[in-house]
């Protein structure tokens, strides 16, 4: 290496292909980020959506079975089919003023949908609210769009004692309001008796601890869960 003319060490460059090879890193690094973008638009419109509709992390208890799973893509038919239809469904019930009544979950086996009950029955009664038809039939189109083997019908009561001729206990009554939406929806919706279970929990499964009326509000509830496999 040579020296210039004032003593100072000649400096040394890259070599030409260096620019050019930087050059196409960038493009190729453009070009990825690009692809992302443009793949991705439906999944953050329906995490959007699936966040207005759980109405935040905490609504079961973390050490329960019901707790929620991160959002990941269902098996069975495609993405864009069920993202747009839980999409649509927060639009019809935010229409309503009823989107904070309804929340979504699912892991590898299914979806559950829970309701709360003050859409959908008259105080200590298993007697349908008006408001009970547009959150159930919002439902049932998500489930179009679901492979679905199984839908069980689950009602839940808070600890609030009941004893009337009808319903001697909290049993009684989360039976009773199961079987309702149950009847409905085999009607209403066509589907097979085979495929659909009525269960009563009572006051035994709650969401969260009964310490509260806002929280014994959240276990006054009916759970739709669409299984993909019978019994799961």
Known sequence: MEDDDD??????????????????????????????????????KFRKAVGSLKGGEGFFDPNSSMSPVPLEAPEGSTDQ??????????????????????QVFWDKNGVRFVMQDQVLFEPGTSDLRPQFVPVIEAVMKVLR???????????????????SARYPTNWEL????????????????????????????????????????????????VELYAARRPGS
């Open 81 to 102: 089919e069920f993202y747009g239809a839980v999409d649509r469904m927060v639009e019809e019930l935010t229409q309503q003023d009823i989107v904070d009544q309804v």
């Open 174 to 221: 989360s039976v009773d309001r199961a079987t309702r939406v149950l009847r409905y929806v085999e009607a209403a919706a066509a589907w097979e008796p085979r495929r659909l279970v009525a269960v009563g929990f009572g006051e035994f499964r709650p969401a969260v601890p009964n310490n509260s009326d806002t929280n014994r509000s959240r276990n006054r509830r």
């Open 7 to 44: 003593g100072a060490p000649a400096q040394q460059t890259a070599p030409g292909w260096m620019a050019t090879y930087g050059d196409l890193m960038s493009l190729l690094l453009v070009f990825f980020i690009l692809l992302v973008s443009f793949s991705s638009p439906e999944i953050s």
């Open 145 to 163: 769009t679901y492979p679905v083997e199984e839908l069980r019908i689950e009602g839940h009561t808070d600890n609030t004692p009941i004893n």
